[in-house]
């Protein structure tokens, strides 16, 4: 396989966590007897360009199962988030009714209905249509598709070129990150400024973050590989800035490569800070397999020990990050016997691989669990908030990574 950037020969493991299924592969009863579909995970390194990747065995129509598509309006924190981020980029671009606001991956139009209600006209691209057709109850246009070179093109040639172009949490999904890229290139109007959100590659391997990785989760961003990416695609990084969302994200800011703003020092301090931490040595690279078996040794222990104990155990947040975690670990229902969720689309079914059922978080006052471990570790402090109740039966939180944490 070569870099989906610099098409150079990967010959370097990251990290191999076996075989998954899909991560939103959640199964009904019915499933349970019927064969389940396993693909490698392994991520690889470039050793030019430094692009921590997926290998793609899965295809994209595989992986992105619309019947348990992610609504982001689910969570409360990310739904501030996204406005915070609204206001200020009005206000720093000054957007008015003559600006268009394009957002990639606009799921269930979390983020573009703060600019609907200032009047600023925006277009939505979403291809999944459970998401889309939420988005436009809201009044948002939405375009079904792919982003991609061909849609930015289209867009262009329309006359719909933007003034901000907005990716939150698509940048790392996309399978072809250098047709994304230019298609942002076309998108975008002279003067626009592009922002795009992604996990960052260094808090990863700081927290030891290994359970971000998922088949449907293809790049493993540095500020210094996305500069490159840019580069080649005729944009260029003009500022950044770091955000405590997904345990450790970047926002890069990002305008045509002859705009005449100029690049902020944020930008080549991080690149500076990144080398400085080993993104760019082989060394950093190698050594991460181990620190993630640390952290599945620590759990498979922990659970363990409180099954001999006698206390009880569940998990909350059918989340992507469990998944990867649980069947890397091989964690079955004897030792996490259930995992609660909010959100109704997974209740009533079973998590893949593992097959641990999925259950309604009204369940956690009739278990009365010992301990709760929260599987997205990002959204702990919020779960332990809503679910406080379990303290009065002494219940306490706990999180798995990078170790065994009471919240
Ligand atoms: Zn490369």
């Given at each position: 396989?070569?870099?989906?950037?610099?098409?150079?020969?990967?010959?370097?493991?990251?990290l191999?966590?076996?075989?998954?299924?899909?991560?939103?592969?959640?199964?009904?009863?019915?499933?349970?007897?019927?064969?389940?579909?396993?693909?490698?995970?392994?991520?690889?390194?470039?050793?030019?360009?430094?692009?921590?990747?997926?290998?793609?065995?899965?295809?994209?129509?595989?992986?992105?199962?619309?019947?348990y598509?992610?609504?982001s309006?689910?969570?409360?924190?990310?739904?501030?988030?996204?406005?915070?981020?609204?206001?200020?980029m009005?206000?720093?671009?000054?957007?008015d009714?003559?600006?268009l606001?394009?957002?990639?991956?606009?799921?269930?139009?979390?983020?573009?209905?703060n600019?609907?209600?200032?009047?600023?006209?925006?277009?939505?691209?979403?291809?999944?249509?459970?998401?889309?057709?939420?988005?436009?109850?809201l009044?948002?246009?939405?375009?079904?598709?792919?982003?991609?070179?061909?849609?930015?093109?289209?867009?262009?040639?329309?006359?719909?070129q933007?003034?901000?172009?907005?990716?939150?949490?698509?940048?790392?999904?996309?399978?072809d990150?250098?047709?994304?890229?230019?298609?942002?290139?076309?998108?975008?109007?002279?003067?626009?400024?592009?922002?795009?959100?992604?996990?960052?590659?260094?808090?990863?391997?700081?927290?030891?973050?290994?359970?971000?990785?998922?088949h449907?989760?293809?790049?493993?961003?540095?500020?210094?590989t996305?500069?490159?990416i840019?580069?080649?695609?005729?944009?260029?990084?003009?500022?950044?800035?770091?955000?405590?969302?997904?345990?450790?994200?970047?926002?890069?800011?990002?305008?045509?490569?002859?705009?005449?703003?100029?690049?902020?020092?944020?930008?080549?301090?991080l690149?500076?800070?990144?080398?400085?931490?080993?993104?760019?040595?082989?060394?950093?690279?190698?050594d991460?397999?181990?620190r993630?078996?640390?952290?599945?040794?620590?759990?498979?222990?922990?659970?363990?020990?409180r099954?001999?104990?006698g206390?009880?155990?569940?998990?909350?947040?059918?989340?992507?990050?469990?998944?990867?975690?649980?069947?890397?670990?091989?964690?079955k229902?004897?030792?996490?016997?259930?995992v609660?969720?909010?959100?109704?689309?997974?209740?009533?079914?079973?998590?893949?691989?593992?097959?641990?059922p999925?259950?309604?978080?009204?369940?956690?006052?009739?278990?009365k669990?010992?301990?709760?471990?929260?599987?997205?570790?990002n959204?702990?402090d919020?779960?332990?908030?809503?679910?406080?109740?379990?303290?009065?039966?002494?219940?306490?939180?706990?999180?798995?990574?990078?170790?065994?944490?009471?919240?």
């Amino acid at each position: 396989m070569n870099c989906r950037h610099c098409d150079s020969r990967l010959e370097h493991t990251f990290l191999d966590l076996g075989f998954a299924p899909p991560s939103n592969a959640y199964l009904s009863e019915a499933d349970l007897r019927k064969p389940e579909l396993y693909y490698p995970l392994k991520i690889m390194v470039c050793a030019k360009c430094w692009l921590v990747q997926t290998e793609d065995y899965a295809q994209a129509e595989e992986l992105f199962s619309p019947e348990y598509a992610y609504f982001s309006s689910t969570s409360s924190s990310w739904l501030a988030h996204a406005k915070s981020y609204a206001e200020a980029m009005t206000d720093r671009l000054s957007l008015d009714a003559n600006s268009l606001v394009i957002e990639v991956a606009s799921n269930d139009g979390y983020l573009l209905r703060n600019f609907v209600e200032a009047g600023i006209p925006c277009l939505g691209i979403e291809p999944t249509d459970s998401t889309a057709d939420a988005a436009e109850a809201l009044g948002i246009p939405v375009m079904r598709a792919f982003f991609g070179e061909s849609v930015g093109q289209q867009l262009a040639s329309g006359g719909r070129q933007a003034d901000l172009i907005v990716g939150n949490n698509v940048y790392a999904h996309v399978p072809d990150i250098n047709d994304f890229t230019v298609g942002l290139k076309a998108a975008l109007e002279a003067g626009g400024t592009v922002t795009l959100e992604f996990p960052h590659l260094m808090r990863l391997v700081e927290f030891t973050q290994f359970d971000t990785v998922y088949h449907e989760h293809f790049s493993y961003l540095s500020l210094y590989t996305v500069c490159r990416i840019f580069e080649q695609a005729g944009l260029r990084v003009f500022d950044v800035e770091q955000l405590p969302t997904h345990g450790g994200s970047l926002r890069v800011f990002g305008c045509h490569h002859d705009d005449p703003r100029a690049t902020a020092d944020s930008v080549p301090d991080l690149i500076d800070e990144e080398a400085s931490r080993g993104l760019r040595t082989q060394s950093m690279y190698q050594d991460f397999q181990a620190r993630a078996d640390e952290v599945k040794d620590g759990l498979l222990s922990f659970l363990l020990a409180r099954k001999q104990e006698g206390k009880q155990v569940i998990a909350y947040g059918a989340a992507a990050k469990g998944n990867t975690l649980l069947n890397y670990a091989g964690v079955k229902p004897d030792l996490l016997p259930l995992v609660c969720d909010a959100a109704p689309s997974k209740q009533g079914k079973f998590m893949p691989g593992s097959h641990i059922p999925v259950l309604e978080p009204g369940v956690i006052r009739k278990a009365k669990p010992d301990i709760v471990l929260v599987l997205p570790w990002n959204i702990a402090d919020e779960v332990a908030d809503t679910y406080s109740f379990i303290r009065e039966w002494g219940g306490q939180f706990a999180t798995a990574v990078p170790s065994i944490k009471f919240v």
